[in-house]
């Protein structure tokens, strides 16, 4: 609810980097519910692949106007995988039906 109140308050001409964030916030989570949906078809998986290129597309944005003061670095297995999530559904089904889960215990 707080990032849809924060678009008259972030606005590109008042904070550029906030307003970005915003952007990415926006299309995570439209990404977000297409990858969760339990039933898909062609015009699902179609718009759930363009969310997600204009969320990569963002986030290269913001990545590169926060790089000069951060030198984060983003690459990391987390942001690559989001890549694949289409392709999986369309192999494997709706993503309701596997889960990262089992693997979060290795980590200690």
Request: net charge negative; charged share 20%; glycine share 4%.
């Amino acid at each position: 609810m707080i990032v849809f109140a924060a678009w008259d308050i972030l606005t590109s001409s008042c904070c550029k980097l906030g307003h970005l964030l915003l952007c990415c916030i926006y299309y995570y989570v439209e990404f977000d519910i297409y990858a969760s949906l339990e039933v898909h078809a062609e015009d699902t998986i179609a718009a759930g692949r363009l969310v997600l290129q204009k969320f990569s597309e963002m986030m290269d944005e913001y990545i590169a106007q926060l790089q000069p003061e951060t030198f984060k670095n983003w690459n990391f297995p987390k942001k690559h995988l989001i890549s694949h999530v289409f392709d999986n559904i369309v192999l494997k089904g709706a993503t309701c039906n596997y889960s990262t889960k089992p693997n979060e215990k290795m980590h200690g």
